[in-house]
């Protein structure tokens, strides 16, 4: 092997050591700076220091080091280009051939609680980015290594042939160079959410949203249009992009858009629960004491509709459930678990899309319940950017404003309806009873609409009405959309309030004789 020389300047040392060991065993040459060449020689590793490969020392407090002729020289020089390597011979710059760099914390710093603007510029690194966009710039010559997963790959192929694969060292330069760019952008997230006073906006003055893509997609929401899935850079456990599919066909734009909706809903639920899930919206909604009996009773609520659905579960599925499942036409299965019976009975069915997603490890925060924090909605050139509608409701938060008094059991299919309520496109209108929905309203122009969609769908599924409870996602603007759920058979109401009519409709709950609850919390959902 013709002999490498590596400059290696590390913020983050994990298995930078062991990896400079190789490359030494192999008889490559190590540079290096500060903190990473006194780790180096402190293990006995045979290395020389930039300042003096440079010439030049270290100043203002290191943030000038590798900001040198020889560095980027050594970088940047074309090895097929006589003029530049007669360029570093006359003035005595040696080549580079393996940079290995990853960047001062800035990302983990500014999450910090506290973190201090001074902090925040102290950790901008300059000298590192510069390096990796010489080298990856010049990837043809050049190796550059951003990340310790990568240091492995590197070493087999030195070992193997002597040299870095040209593919390889192009896959390096497009990871290197997407690097920098996610950097940059955290930088200016967080650098132009600044206030004067010194607090941080909730939204930046520009914001610069990073994805990684996941797959091409066939195509998109329809067969004319294009379409790619893309990941958050850093996903939150227990979101739907850090699914496993078990088997099936590949996913497509609706599959992934429909499952995202049946997953986060039913990920809401503590208890046994299934959620079947048609063009975005519930369409049966139910708990129970077993997978197979909470599906059992949502496929009851629209039967119809469940049809190609996407059915998701937030227990593990067993050979049960999966039986009653089977008889339908499903897209996609979802759940945290499954049995191996239960995918012995999906394996006769081999084209269902089975994924496998592990429940969030639940938290204070949106990430931890893995979900996301923000929502955006794409608009004509521009975004609509909003914290997302991650806001629950107790039972002591509720207000009851009618003479009737719900019940106990009443206040539970409250809660419940209001908890589908708000995964079902607005204006939605949700009659539950007994730990499952009855009839759902979704996405019409006027609520009364919702309201009668609703009442007609429990109808035609055979279930009845008689003493359900009924959830509105956003306040009754008139009396009419109550009247026509209570003489659908409604006895409970749990709506937000807010209307300018509130008291004109509770006077007409009490009139009817059912009970109503306020949450003071809207759920529209577009």
């Not at 980027?72 to 390597?85: E, K, Q, T």
């Not at 310790?148 to 193997?160: D, F, I």
């Not at 049966?284 to 119809?304: L, R, W």
Request: aromatic share 6%.
């Amino acid at each position: 092997m013709t002999s490498l020389t590596a400059l290696v300047s590390v913020s983050d040392k994990t298995g930078v050591l062991d990896f400079a060991r190789e490359l030494h065993a192999l008889g490559v040459k190590l540079l290096s700076t500060g903190g990473t060449a006194r780790l180096l020689a402190d293990a006995g590793l045979p290395v020389t220091e930039v300042a003096d490969h440079t010439g030049f020392p270290e100043m203002l407090e290191g943030r000038v080091k590798t900001l040198h002729p020889k560095i980027h020289g050594g970088l940047l020089a074309r090895r097929d280009v006589p003029a530049h390597m007669e360029a570093l011979t006359r003035h005595g710059i040696s080549a580079i051939d393996l940079l290995v760099v990853n960047l001062y914390p800035f990302e983990a710093t500014v999450a910090r609680p506290g973190c201090s603007l001074e902090d925040a510029i102290e950790n901008i690194d300059i000298g590192g980015p510069a390096m990796v966009r010489s080298a990856a710039k010049n990837w043809k010559d050049v190796a550059v290594l951003t990340d310790a997963s990568q240091y492995p790959q590197v070493v087999a192929q030195l070992k193997e042939s002597g040299e870095v694969s040209s593919a390889t060292k192009f896959a390096l330069a497009v990871a290197a160079f997407n690097r920098i760019s996610n950097y940059d952008a955290a930088i200016s997230d967080y650098l132009s959410s600044l206030q004067p006073e010194g607090q941080r906006a909730e939204y930046p003055g520009q914001s610069n949203a990073r994805f990684v893509k996941l797959q091409d997609l066939r195509y998109g929401e329809n067969p004319h249009q294009s379409a790619a899935f893309y990941r958050d850079l850093h996903p939150a456990p227990g979101s739907l992009v850090t699914a496993r599919q078990l088997q099936g066909k590949e996913l497509s734009y609706n599959n992934i858009a429909d499952a995202d909706a049946a997953w986060e809903c039913v990920k809401s639920f503590q208890t046994p629960a299934c959620v079947i899930v048609k063009h975005a919206n519930p369409c049966g909604v139910a708990v129970g004491a077993s997978p197979a009996e909470a599906y059992s009773k949502a496929f009851k609520t629209d039967s119809t509709s469940a049809f190609g659905g996407i059915i998701a579960f937030n227990c593990e599925l067993d050979a049960t459930a999966a039986q009653q499942v089977a008889k339908q036409f499903v897209e996609v299965l979802i759940a945290p678990a499954f049995t191996p019976e239960a995918l012995l009975v999906f394996a006769a069915k081999p084209n269902t899309r089975v994924l496998q997603i592990a429940l969030p490890p639940g938290g204070e925060t949106p990430w931890q319940q893995g979900r996301n924090a923000q929502d955006v909605k794409r608009v004509g050139s521009g975004l609509l950017i909003q914290t997302a509608d991650n806001r629950e409701i107790a039972a002591s938060e509720l207000r009851i404003v009618t003479k009737a008094q719900p019940t106990p059991s009443q206040l539970d299919d409250l809660l419940f309806a209001w908890k589908v309520a708000k995964y079902v496109k607005s204006n939605a209108i949700v009659f539950c009873g007994g730990g499952m929905t009855l009839g759902v309203g979704a996405g019409q122009m006027s609520r009364i609409d919702s309201a009668r969609i609703a009442s007609i769908k429990a109808e035609n599924a055979g279930l009845s009405l008689k003493g359900s409870a009924v959830a509105s996602d956003a306040f009754f603007p008139f009396r009419d959309g109550l009247d026509v759920v209570c003489d659908a058979g409604a006895t409970c109401v749990i709506q937000p309030g807010g209307s300018v009519r509130d008291d004109e409709v509770i006077a007409a709950a009490d009139e009817r004789g059912i009970a109503m609850v306020l949450t003071g919390v809207r759920h529209f959902r577009h």
